[in-house]
């Protein structure tokens, strides 16, 4: 077990988890009811002043939109036949390396916390909703889940729970009053159908202080992208090929978007920036059927070989199905490597 | 009878009018209704690419929102029951200067037109829905009274009608088949009671493109004053003798703002612009009740005084009062014109 401190220098190869100081809900918004949240939603967007709303996630798939947000931004929504509230709180875990971590891999994403994270979570059957940002990836676990994600992940990491800004070192017992791992080996995971759609996907920032410059792309993006334009020009994005999504987040100050080239078209090149390398990014789409939330091992099930390739990768799961996006060079021996793991799983 | 081409030249002393070619309804959206309405106003102001209303305008007051449009703006707004529509359809007026017109009066707004419209139109019945911007000044009258216009109005201008872009010569046996001016004398009009704000109002415009810079803290006025900021300061225009007043019209691509000053300190001061004088406004209110649609001499009641001493004033009327704007210096004056006013009604 580690503590804090002195022994902090001997183990500068391994990392902290952080427990963030949010509690989440995760909510669907359907396609026609969206005009209902126009209000709301702007709001916990663009108006800072106007909320304490502090973790807010935006996603459009061809489905529905799904919303992650903090308890005071969740009071903002007035409930509706269109909103789907998953009945869980959520806690956004962090991984942030402690020093010059030693770890030979370039991959950046869930791929770096695949194994030290994502498999010992799906072996003790917690269920995890993935949110990565261009900042950093968000593993939600349920709060009743707590005791059993430190007890599995306390010997990988220093854990700190963060309380009113200040970082808490913490421990299995600081929460589970001796609850034990339930060390049950994880029954073989269903491998779910993939869809690997034609776009070609950008994740970007923004300087918060130019969201207001963009404030009309972005509602246009987000709220009308659906309703014809004027001119009813045909878009290349109705292509059955290609899909619908596009993700905002604006979470403790700082903006992540999930775009494809398409949508990207549509703001002003200076603003919105990527890493230096520019890199696109295709996307696998996993589930033929909506996944629900209490199936656990499905980020697993494409982060351990993503992982074992050193691939790195973004992971967005929305209500119904969970989205990766790998580089676009890497995308033919992703596909290779799901088609080899389904007809492993169709054999065993 | 005045005819356009050659005999022009002889009438440069005079006026034209044109009848816009925009069929209008009039809206009142009450305040809590307004988040439903967020969706499509956000569209009709901000999203040009998207609607093909040309005509459209928003005007806050304590009670209301009023909403004029076109009808391919009204066919974006849902009925409701907060949303309340006056039945008729109404067609804007545009009086214009034709050529070097001679008139030795250098006041703007409804003044220059007090005696050559509102009192004539008065006189005949006819009931006026005003909308002052920075541009121009709209006199709005029923469609149904379009012929009853136009015999009133061709002594004293040249009427054209816009139709696609055209301007057609206009004259009364194209809509009256022989309809006759109704010759009554008006009815001594009610003198409604006048209510004088302390807040200083400003009329501003913006060049079209730079609409996207303000386009958050035009939300944030529009959509969402009335409800309380994160920091809760008290602000100052909650002060009992201030009136709640904003009013945005984007009318053939031209945008018009009335606020108070207060509401021009959240935007940035190099976008908006105003004539060069700067002028500083202040409201006379008029209407203890609610006035209705259908009492005509309203807006004659408040722009002869005017006219007679020279004075300048903007003037909206909205779904349930009628409001004017006059130079902060002549307050002292016209509130002393309407004293009188009423007390000569009071004793006559």
């Not at 002003?268 to 033929?288: H, K, N, Y």
């Amino acid at each position: 077990m580690h503590t804090g401190g002195e022994t902090a220098l001997l183990q500068s190869d391994n990392m902290d988890l952080h427990i963030l100081d949010h509690r989440l809900r995760v909510i669907s918004i359907s396609k026609s009811g969206l005009v209902n949240f126009t209000h709301p939603l702007i709001k916990l967007i663009f108006l800072r002043n106007r909320t304490r709303c502090k973790f807010f996630s935006l996603t459009e798939t061809p489905e529905n939109y799904t919303v992650v947000l903090d308890e005071e931004g969740f009071k903002e929504l007035q409930p509706s036949e269109h909103l789907k509230i998953e009945s869980s709180i959520w806690l956004p875990l962090n991984v942030v390396s402690n020093g010059n971590a030693s770890s030979s891999s370039q991959a950046v994403g869930v791929t770096k916390i695949a194994k030290s994270v994502i498999a010992p979570l799906a072996q003790q059957h917690v269920s995890v909703f993935m949110l990565s940002t261009y900042q950093t990836d968000f593993i939600l676990v349920r709060e009743k889940d707590l005791a059993v994600v430190i007890t599995t992940l306390e010997e990988e990491f220093n854990i700190y729970k963060e309380v009113g800004g200040e970082s808490v070192p913490m421990h299995c017992q600081d929460v589970s009053n001796g609850l034990q791992k339930n060390g049950k080996e994880a029954i073989q995971p269903t491998v779910h159908p993939v869809l690997i759609p034609q776009n070609q996907f950008c994740v970007m920032s923004l300087d918060p202080d130019t969201l207001p410059s963009i404030a009309t792309t972005l509602i246009d993006v987000l709220f009308y992208s659906s309703s014809p334009k004027g001119d009813a020009q045909s878009s290349p994005s109705q292509d059955m090929d290609c899909i619908k999504f596009f993700s905002f987040s604006l979470i403790d100050g700082y903006i992540s978007l999930v775009m494809d080239t398409e949508a990207q078209r549509q703001f002003p090149a200076d603003l919105l920036f990527t890493s230096s390398s520019g890199e696109l990014w295709r996307m696998v789409r996993i589930g033929g059927q909506p996944l629900g939330f209490d199936e656990c091992g499905i980020v697993a099930q494409i982060s351990q070989p993503l992982a074992d390739s050193d691939i790195s990768a973004y992971y967005i799961s929305t209500f119904s199905f969970d989205h990766a996006l790998v580089p676009e060079e890497d995308i033919m021996s992703v596909k290779d490597m799901l088609q080899y793991q389904r007809k492993e799983q169709a054999t065993s």
